[in-house]
C-alpha cells in the first residue's frame, strides 16, 4: 500500500489524468476504487487508501470504479447491483436519494435506476424504503425507542411518513405492531 501525500490527494482532488496508472485509491466508505482522475464524488482523505495496481485494490476487497474502470474493463450489472445494495445496507440511515446513491456508486441516476431496475425487478428507492422498514420492524419489536426515534434511526424523513409507508406495507400502524409484536431488549438500529 501507498502512502497519501499531498502531492496524490492534489490529483485526486483535481482529477490528474497524468497520474493516472501510478496509483489507484480505494474509498473505505464504498468499497470502489479508482484512478485518480475520476470525476466521481470527492471522497474524504481519511477514507482512502492507496494501491500501487488495479489487482492490489481487489485483492483488499475493492470493487472497479463503474465510472473510471480502473481495470480497463466494465464492471458487470450483476456486481453493480451487489455493489448498490450495499451502499443501500449501510447508508439507509442517511438522506439517501437517487442522485447520492448514484455519486456512491459511481454512476449516472438513471442508468442506475435503470440497470438496478432491470436486475432486480424493483427500483433502488423501494429497496432502500425495504431496508429501512426492515429495520424499523425489529426496532418496534425489541425496544421502547419512541416512533419518532425510530423513523430518525432508520433514515424517514419524519415520524408521519414512516407512519404512512409502514401501514402500507405491514397494514398496521407502527403502534399496533409493537403491541403486537414486541419482545422488548436493548438494541441499535
Known amino acids: 500500500m501507498l502512502k497519501l501525500t499531498d502531492q496524490r490527494w492534489q490529483a485526486i482532488v483535481t482529477n490528474d489524468a497524468t497520474q493516472d496508472g501510478l496509483f ?8 470502489i476504487f479508482c484512478r485518480p482522475s475520476c470525476h466521481s464524488r470527492l471522497p474524504k482523505r481519511e477514507n482512502l487508501q492507496l494501491f500501487t495496481t488495479p489487482a492490489a485494490a481487489m485483492q483488499a476487497g475493492y470493487r ?15 456486481e453493480w447491483v451487489t455493489e448498490i445494495d450495499q451502499i443501500i445496507a449501510t447508508h439507509y440511515q442517511d438522506k439517501l436519494d ?16 435503470h440497470v ?15 431496508v429501512r422498514l426492515r429495520h424499523a420492524t425489529r426496532l418496534l419489536r425489541t425496544t421502547n425507542l419512541s416512533i419518532t426515534a425510530i423513523a430518525a434511526a432508520c433514515g424517514f424523513q419524519s415520524a408521519a411518513y414512516f407512519s404512512t409507508v409502514f401501514k402500507q406495507a405491514v397494514h398496521q400502524t407502527p403502534r399496533e405492531f409493537r403491541k403486537k409484536n414486541s419482545r422488548t431488549e436493548s438494541s441499535d438500529c
Open 24 to 31: 489507484y485509491y480505494g474509498v473505505t466508505s464504498t468499497g
Open 64 to 78: 472497479p470504479c463503474k465510472r473510471c474502470r480502473p481495470t480497463g474493463q466494465a464492471v458487470s450489472t450483476a
Open 116 to 130: 438496478y431496475q432491470q436486475q432486480t425487478g424493483r427500483t433502488p428507492m423501494a429497496a432502500l424504503k425495504q
Open 98 to 113: 437517487l442522485d447520492l446513491l448514484a455519486q456512491l456508486a459511481h454512476g449516472a441516476p438513471y442508468y442506475l435506476h
